[in-house]
T-cell receptor
């Protein structure tokens, strides 16, 4: 099965600029997650969608971060304006049944590496 | 609240050595527990999981047992290989499927 797709893979911007990341989950997966992974740390959940509704955005810095999943399929995460401390890898994941095992599990995309100068 | 604490690395072992990476958790309710692995240059992959107390997850020679009494989910492998060199993340998910990850433990296996 095709995996979780993310773009771009790398992005370099200056502080105070805006940036957007795109994610296309595995077909049929209703749950979509965005994580922030700062170098040397584990992924931190930013937002969780179930279809096009937000389940949990308690750790999303809403003054500068926003995310949407309008049609319940692909999703965008935006940062406006970016700060130096936003430099991280932004991971998208989707959750659903594996075509091989039939079990529900979470699948990660390759991530977008953001560097804010 | 929910959190995961795992053994700090880096860990360096010789091939065929025994591996233990400690993981403890704090959770409200009854979480599921996971180990994810990130090989160099690759994305996060699920290694194994356990969904209830006393369950043992296993995959590729790795094992971890869900210990509710000690709130632990330690990862073990009897004989590591060079190809096991990676970063290992312990994680939990709540009944609402929110995930919390540990900080990761880097493992290097030398021939």
């Amino acid at each position: 099965e095709a995996g979780v797709a993310q773009s771009p893979r790398y992005k370099i911007i200056e502080k105070r600029q805006s940036v957007a990341f795109w994610c296309n989950p595995i077909s049929g997966h209703a749950t979509l997650y965005w994580y922030q992974q700062i170098l040397g740390q584990g992924p931190k959940l930013l937002i969780q969608f179930q279809n096009n509704g937000v389940v949990d955005d308690s750790q999303l810095p809403k003054d500068r971060f926003s995310a949407e999943r309008l049609k319940g399929v692909d999703s965008t995460l935006k940062i406006q304006p970016a700060k130096l401390e936003d430099s991280a890898v932004y991971l998208c994941a989707s959750r659903g049944s594996s075509s091989t095992s039939g079990k529900e599990t979470q699948y990660f995309g390759p991530g977008t590496r953001l560097l804010v100068l | 609240g929910n959190s995961v604490t795992q053994m700090e690395g880096p860990v360096t072992l010789s091939e065929e050595a025994f591996l233990t990476i400690n993981c403890t958790y704090t959770a409200t309710g009854y979480p599921s527990l996971f180990w994810y692995v990130q090989y160099p240059g690759e994305g996060l992959q699920l290694l194994l999981k356990a969904t209830k107390a006393d369950d043992k997850g296993s995959n590729k020679g790795f094992e971890a047992t869900y210990r509710k009494e000690t709130t632990s989910f330690h990862l073990e492998k009897g004989s590591v290989q060079v190809s096991d060199s990676a970063v290992y993340f312990c994680a939990l998910s709540t009944p609402g499927n929110q995930f919390y990850f540990g900080t990761g433990t880097s493992l290097t296996v030398i021939p």
